[in-house]
């Protein structure tokens, strides 16, 4: 017997076909989700224009579009990147050899040309409130031996050089000298890293694509957005309630209840000791002096930052223990010092930072302020973890002590301009030595301005002293690495003893994001890479 099966209803077909496109429509979408990547970010960048504005939150965006002819590790040490290998042919001439086959955004390829017309280029922006121009002190000449081979023709020995060009983004040289304005717009933003620009204005998401050509490691996600989200709780909360997979500067106060998430909803902190100190800089040149008054709150005809002992008293008027601790959460150190302990230059021989109210009272008066004296000090409010809550703190401790503080806690895009202009007494900022050693530092912002040197570009606090820019420039110059950080920690010694720049607190970094999704080593540059971010195991 025949047996003849029975057509289905065409309705039922619809109905079957429907439902196995859906699924495929639901794993398709989770597929993408699974590829693409949503950062919540404290900061935004200012600019994708990679020369200009020497920031922190400008260079961690931006490294994830450009390369470097060397890069850094979490630990900041030297690692190849563009540039396969590198030499000192002598005490004046470094040579480079590039990786074979690199290629930019727009299919075109690197060369040591492009190399060149980078260098060239970092001195000729327009309008730089921070240049990037302290890391190619002493090159004299870019000399391009071949397509592949780079050559730095230095005006003496410069030991630091492979260091500085980790901090130089490589431009294309096929698209001329293009003005800020055109990064800007993307029409120049045209990098070799291992993602493109999609998308960005300021204030909107950085919307990143993979480069499928990148020359190193294969970049995990296809799509990462940054997300711009200042405020602590709303950052915190977006990654609660699922709309970001991951966010920077956690606030220390949500650390353990993130810690404390279970099931689908489980979070993982990830934390690692940052590069960043907390400093105070007083303004040690101008007199008079604006914003700064007697007791009775009339101007005074001389600035009373240019006394040693009103410097003094400053640093032991601050609690720093009790700003670590209480403030801090316990997730900073104390800092003594510009540089982390473990930095190449940092003094074993400075004294631990000392808080005695009453010596501070006391010096005060030996300088001729009995009753104290006013003052203002800006810090920035969206730079780093509880900056402005440091600040804060600083002031109120600066108080006791007699010195009456009023306390100007501004945005960065606010701050950071000023700060160029030297608009205020007293001032209070974080600086990471991003080259994991001292003379990044003090280079740039303790020796004399000299832009003849290119030394000094950031020195906003007017500090000059020809015994420490003698000392800096010997050791600029020291290719024995013996004697340049003896060279180095005198320098950061004598600063310190005069207290030319007042440090509070070394930073901890601090990341969180979804455990099912995303695995991540600190970085003690506090750069948040979307390379480094990698899917969970």
Request: proline fraction near 7%.
């Amino acid at each position: 017997m025949r047996h003849t099966r029975t057509p289905r209803p065409l309705p039922a077909l619809l109905a079957a076909a429907a439902v196995l496109g859906l699924a495929a429509t639901q794993e398709a979408a989770a597929q993408g989700a699974a590829q693409s990547l949503t950062i919540g970010m404290q900061g935004e960048p200012g600019t994708m224009d990679p020369q200009f504005n020497l920031l922190g939150t400008n260079t961690s965006a931006l490294r994830n579009i450009y390369d470097t002819l060397l890069s850094r590790d979490p630990s900041l040490q030297l690692r190849p990147s563009l540039a396969e290998s590198w030499k000192a042919v002598d005490d004046t001439t470094w040579e480079f050899r590039l990786r074979e086959g690199v290629t930019f955004h727009d299919g075109s390829t690197l060369t040591a040309e492009d190399v060149r017309f980078t260098i060239e280029r970092v001195t000729r922006v327009q309008g730089n409130p921070n240049s990037y121009a302290t890391y190619i002190q002493g090159i004299r000449e870019v000399q391009v031996v071949d397509a592949r081979t780079v050559r730095f023709l230095t005006d003496g020995p410069v030991p630091l050089l492979p260091v500085n060009l980790s901090n130089i983004f490589i431009l294309s040289s096929a698209k001329g000298v293009r003005s800020t304005g055109e990064f800007n717009s993307g029409a120049a933003a045209i990098g070799t890293g291992p993602y493109r620009l999609a998308s960005w204005q300021p204030g909107q998401p950085l919307v990143l694509e993979r480069n499928a050509s990148y020359h190193g490691t294969a970049p995990a996600w296809s799509r990462v957005t940054f997300r711009p989200i200042p405020s602590d709780g709303a950052r915190v909360g977006a990654l609660l309630a699922g709309d970001v997979d991951f966010i920077n500067a956690v606030p220390l106060q949500d650390v353990a209840r993130l810690e404390k998430t279970e099931g689908a909803r489980r979070l993982r902190v990830f934390s690692g000791p940052s590069a960043y100190v907390y400093m105070l800089f007083p303004e040690l040149e101008k007199e008079p002096l604006p914003g700064v008054r007697d007791a009775q709150g009339q101007p005074l005809a001389k600035n009373p930052w240019k006394d040693p002992k009103v410097r003094e008293a400053v640093s032991l008027a601050l609690n720093r223990t009790a700003i670590v601790e209480r403030l801090m959460e316990g997730r900073a150190r104390v800092a003594n010092q510009a540089v982390p302990e473990s930095f190449f230059g940092h003094s074993g021989k400075i004294a631990p930072a000392r808080f005695d109210l009453e010596r501070a009272r006391a010096l005060l008066r030996e300088a001729g302020y009995p009753n104290g004296f006013q003052t203002s000090l800006a810090c920035p409010n969206d730079r780093f973890v509880n900056d402005s809550k440091i600040c804060e703190a600083a002031a109120q401790q600066l108080q006791r002590a007699g010195i009456r503080v009023d306390l100007n806690a501004q945005p960065r895009a606010t701050f950071f301009p000023a700060r160029a202009r030297r608009e205020w007494p007293l001032h209070a900022a974080g600086w990471g030595s991003l080259t994991g050693e001292s003379s990044y530092f003090l280079t740039s912002q303790v020796h004399t301005p000299n832009k003849e040197l290119g030394l000094g570009a950031i020195n906003y606090s007017g500090i000059g002293n020809p015994a420490l820019d003698g000392l800096i420039q010997r050791a600029r110059r020291t290719l024995d690495e013996g004697q340049r950080r003896a060279l180095l920690e005198t320098v950061m010694e004598q600063t310190m003893a005069e207290n030319l720049i007042i440090p509070i607190l070394t930073f901890e970094a601090v990341w969180a994001g979804r455990a099912d999704k995303v695995g991540f080593t600190p970085r003690a540059d506090e750069e948040t890479l979307a390379i480094e971010i990698t899917p969970a195991r």
